[in-house]
């Protein structure tokens, strides 16, 4: 459960332009509910753009944004103190320990020093590295780093974490684990932004997703029901799916007669309860005998790469 | 049977405690940070030859100290009592070989921050750049001045242990209590700033290193080869000695105007000089320090 009621984060307008002409968001406006939040686009789409203009490490060219309920223009170091910042690239000193780098974050974030340590410990307990903490970094694996970075992130007990790719460069099992703990710190009170172009992640630990594509929102909304809208229907009318398809497309829906005879009803960006309800009516008012009806919801990448390539 | 029977283990997830104590301002997190570059340049909490150069290096600066302190004990109450071969004032001068202490722990200060990419995790906490150039700045210069301080509290302390009357002793010597920490003190803030500086703008430790005895360095060469060609080895060339230039604002704290004998001693208002283009060397470091961390993350 989020902590507080205000959105994630809000974005109005919000517009990066870097020297060069390189846009990297381009009129951004999304509100993000607290929860699990997948944000999600191809590389170079401008999450991590977003997730700086987030952190109020660099300043927007046009529009603005609220984290946490706080103006980042106006107060950067304030939504600082709610967040928790995982970066995509290598970020750890190798000459120190676990322990020593994420206790020195969490003073940095404001904990006293005995605090500090004693949240580290707790949150490298958390993260898996009870029995590694007081190794030095330099021989630490890939899912080891991860953990620790998550640990820096956590350390200060954040009511926001941005986690930027957290499951790159993973094994498939250190990649479950990962998306396991980020799925856990729903249950601790603890919003999450995952920027990933890994749409299964964010499909298996997010409960809203939010998609941009050079740097626009392509779509917002509950993971749920954008799976939804973008499922099928699929209909047995005893060989008549050609009557079938021409009313439905009348009635916009894009429906096409596979080989077996059966039509294939798209719900494209409709709710696929709508959608259901058009063809029961479409299937009564001609009369056809309907021998089966099925279902299918479609997966993140489907509905990214319908969205992408209507655009 | 023993009576474990019916007993059963138990695995405890300890889950997530939600942190509800006190937090420290940016003032806390810029202390936070200044403790831990401190600690990081001392070796604490790290491999043993990380430890070695900087307590290695304090024991070779107090040794003139105590070597003096020895003399003064084994020629008390004979007619050599009294003998010194290196004054306070001189003594701070031997600060100018901890630009060798500054090559090496500012650059491993700053440097890894940037090669490692540990600032976009610095900045995404609480504090802004000029936080930052405060805490390490002051973190060297902290170390500096104590690297400075504590071999001439050995000679005080033992100059007054050794003499005839340690309240005499104190009583002649009272204006040294704040002449060597206020010269000391000049000297670490200039070193300690250049050091930070030239680490800021490379990510490589021993190139930051060597930039910086080569900017110490060849200034000093060459407006000694220019100075030298001077009918009284007396110039304001002499202020463009970076590496000496603290040195006359040393002697203008010990004798209230630069010393005679130096390339400045014959230069009208060369202590005015050497205090103006101190300032400066100064005010440009800082300059550069908050522009280079005005976008921490770029």
Known sequence: ?311 | MSGAVGAVGAVYDRGYRPYDGPRRGRGGTVAALFVASIRRALGIRRSWRQKVFPWVLLAIVTVPAVVNVGIGYVTRDTPAEGFSFITYREYVGVSSALLLFVALTAPDVVCPDRRHRVLSLIFARPLVGHDYVLAKVGAVTTIVFGFSILPQVVLFVGQMLVSDGALDYLRDNAEVLWQVPVAAGLLAVYYATIGVVVASLTSRRIVAGVALLALALVPSVVTGAVIANDADESSPVAVLDLLSLPLHLRDVVFLGHVDPDSPLGGVSAGGLMAAGMYTLVLVAAVAILLLRYREPDA
Do not use: W
């Open chain 1, 1 to 311: 459960m989020a902590r507080v009621d205000t959105p994630s984060f809000v974005a109005d307008g919000l517009t990066k332009l870097f020297p060069g002409g390189t846009t990297a968001l381009d009129g951004l406006t999304v509100a993000v509910p607290r929860g699990s939040v997948g944000l999600v686009g191809a590389n170079g789409a401008g999450k991590t753009t977003l997730f700086r203009l987030l952190l109020g490490l660099i300043g927007p060219t046009n529009g603005s944004v609220e984290v946490c309920g706080m103006a980042v223009a106006t107060d950067p170091i304030g939504v600082r103190r709610r967040l928790g910042f995982m970066p995509e690239h290598d970020c750890l000193p190798p000459d120190q320990t676990a322990a020593d780098v994420v206790a020195t974050f969490g003073e940095l974030s404001g904990l006293p020093p005995r605090a500090a340590r004693q949240r580290a410990s707790d949150v490298l307990d958390l993260v898996g590295l009870d029995e590694a903490r007081f190794r030095s970094m330099a021989g630490f694996s890939t899912g080891m780093r991860q953990r620790t970075k998550l640990a820096q992130a956590l350390v200060a007990d954040p009511e926001l974490v941005l986690l930027d790719e957290p499951t790159a460069g993973l094994d498939p099992i250190g990649r479950e684990e990962m998306l396991a703990l980020v799925e856990r710190l729903g249950t601790f009170g603890i919003s999450v932004v995952l920027a990933t172009h890994l749409l299964d992640d964010v499909q298996s630990v997010c409960d809203h997703v939010v998609m941009i594509d050079g740097g626009r929102l392509v779509l917002s909304g509950p993971t749920e029901k954008l799976l939804e809208r973008a499922g099928t229907v699929r209909l047995d009318v005893g060989g008549r799916s050609e009557d079938l398809g021409r009313a439905l497309r009348h009635r916009g829906l894009t429906t096409e007669v596979l080989e077996d005879g059966t039509a294939e009803v798209t719900a494209d960006g409709q709710d696929i309860d709508d959608v259901l309800d058009i063809v029961r009516d479409t299937v009564a008012d001609l009369g056809l005998p309907l021998h089966s009806l099925s279902t299918g919801y479609a997966s993140l990448d489907e509905v990214f790469l319908s969205q992408a390539s209507g655009r």
